[in-house]
């Protein structure tokens, strides 16, 4: 199981109007929220009554009475850490040399997709310290209190980062999250099996409409939101975020095409199926194409493939790590936190990983120099101002997902 096999979800476990998730306690946790989140009238509403944040309303989320950071000054715990990541997230390498410096053992359970594993943290059948988490699920993760805020005294390398995301718009302060990953997505294909790529169109993204002759070779990801805003994108609508019906509608209607004239698959397998030739046409993200040479077949150059995004208007993805409620190894929690964000290990990581973390030692413009990526996939450096001036995939309200969710078990159900 490959990182971004995680996106294959259907996003709505956290949306159910009922359930631990959704749920706020009273009066207290209202009045801090409103305190905490004045002046961003005009922000769609998400389920526990936290603005959902955009670009243009950034949010400080709440924090509440009875879910404070830790206090400061304590010594880490004796673990072992318990760690819930995304499946190959983290370089095992990294992990060893944080127990080996700490004296302590990090266990790291795994999971499949965001729906699984909101299951399982609401069970309370579950106990971790660590969870690696997407921006989408934030606020209703904080809102549901599942985690806790971070105390930044044992996050000195925080300043690391990029400023942008020392306080990002979707969690202004950084009060529950740090950043981990970051990440774009396009087209990746064959240039040794498409005589036409994706730069060749006017529009880009109509490869995948007009490449009738690679019927079967062609896969757009399997993932409601990336996939529907691809269409979207096709149409020059750049909201990745729209809840308007008609122009969902419209986009999964215009992935139904692409079932009948090129019998297209839904995958997360980009990572593979593109280094092994068994797709020739996909919908990708940058870091899985930037850690193709692993996966490319005896005697097969990296050269073949190419990958594409828009230098506009490009889908920028970033994912974060937090600490758990009631982790029983809170500031070790921390330190791992923090482990991550030294400028060594996370370069040590991203080396084996293949997603950039958004460190500011990392210098974009000598990655290919560095060996770091190939000089063909210079396309899936993704810099600051990608951050900054790109679209991101958000939370949407109950009623948007539900648009959302119809339309892709539309297209899923085949029409």
Sequence with gaps: MHPRERRSTRR????????????????????????????????????????????????????????????????????????????DYVNPAVVKKFEKEFKVQVNITTFENEEEALAKLTSGKASFDVWFATVEYLSRAVAGKLIQPVNHSYLPHLKNVWPSLQSPFYDVHSRYSVPYTIYTTGIAWRKD????????????????????????????????????????????????NTTDSKQVGQAEKDLAQLTKLVHVKTNTTDYTDVPAGSTWISQAWSGDMAGAPSYMPKGTPVSVIGYWRPQTNAVVGSDMITILRGAKNPVLGHMFLNYLLDNKHG???????????????????????????PKNLTSTIVRESDFKHGLSILPLTTQGQTVWQDAWSTFKAGG
């Excluded at 040590?348 to 060996?371: E, H, M, R, T």
């Design 12 to 87: 709505q476990f956290l949306y159910a109007s009922g359930g631990t998730v959704a749920a706020l306690s009273g009066g207290d946790a209202l009045l801090r929220a409103a305190a905490a989140l004045g002046g961003i009238e005009g922000a769609p509403m998400g389920p526990g009554g936290i603005p959902l944040a955009r670009r243009n309303f950034p949010v400080t989320l709440p924090i509440y009475s009875d879910n404070e950071p830790i206090a400061s000054g304590k010594s880490p715990e004796k673990g072992p850490l318990n760690v819930f990541n995304w499946a």
């Design 347 to 373: 370069v040590d990581n991203f080396s084996w990983l293949g997603y950039i973390p958004p460190l500011a030692v990392i210098n974009p413009s000598k990655l290919v120099a560095q060996g770091y990526i």
């Design 193 to 240: 099996k498409v005589k036409k790529g994706p730069p060749a169109f006017a529009n880009p993204y109509d490869i995948f409409w007009q490449s009738k002759q690679y019927s079967g070779k062609v896969a757009i990801l399997d993932d409601e939101r990336e996939a529907l805003t691809m269409a979207l994108l096709r149409r020059h609508i750049y909201d990745p």
